[in-house]
């Protein structure tokens, strides 16, 4: 039974999973993190311990949860199973196979993904985030299931296959979409008209994919083929090539696909 948990990292993720821990009954035992301001913002108000030695990482807790980045985590792994070989190892990554795990060595691992997106800035209810599980035995898969269970309403079991392309699906659906709002907002803020003129148009098209296929719910001058509205829009971009192109591909990819 898990009872304490160690979280290492201290970025976005541990951010909202250590207090959704914490209220959850569980005893969040430390913190650790290379960089130690970071992990005293995160511990210190809550009273728990932290540190930027990984050596000096709790030897006897339960449960350790690991959130850093993905090009991080092998190294980290490595040296955290040592010495800690019967713990509970998870690690947070969507992009990452479990078997980081067995290749340390541990005997009991896994994952617990939260499919969301996570800003220090904002609080996330975490009871709503959908996580995602997987384990190295049924009986392991049992107890990471509990401890998600614990965390949130919504919980479903994917394999490393699954949850790439799953991660995938994410990018495409929350960080290519950001990113597009950068776009235009430096497209209205170029004209003086502020990107909070989009908001009621971007919070009406996330609603309908509540009700709607994203096929369904499509709209715009590629999905009804007008090209004359296209090739305005592509005159207006003439000076930026790189956002004509984007503009072009993604107008190409919406009249052969949807």
Known sequence: ?????????????????????????????????RNIVSARALAAPL????????????????????SVADDALPQVVELLVRG???ALFLHTAGSVSMDVWRDAGALRYGILYPLQTFS??????????????????????DDVWSIAGSLSSFVYRADSEKRMKLHVAA???????????SVADRLLGSVNIPFSVLLPLIDETACKVHSLSPCIAQTGPAARGDEKVMNSHVEVLSSDTELRDMYLQISNYIKRNI
Do not use: W
């Open 120 to 141: 220090k800035e904002k609080s996330v209810d975490m009871h709503s985030v959908p996580l995602f599980v997987e384990a190295s035995d049924e009986a392991v898969l």
């Open 47 to 66: 009273g728990i311990s932290y540190t930027d030695d990984l050596s000096a990482v709790s030897t006897d807790a339960d449960m350790y949860l690991v």
């Open 171 to 181: 990018v495409f659906a929350c960080n290519f979409t950001n990113a597009m709002y």
């Open 84 to 86: 800690r070989e019967r």
């Open 1 to 33: 039974m898990v009872t304490s948990v160690v979280f290492i990292g201290s970025g976005r993720v541990a951010t909202h999973m250590l207090p959704a821990f914490a209220n959850a009954g569980y005893c969040v035992r430390q913190v650790y993190s």
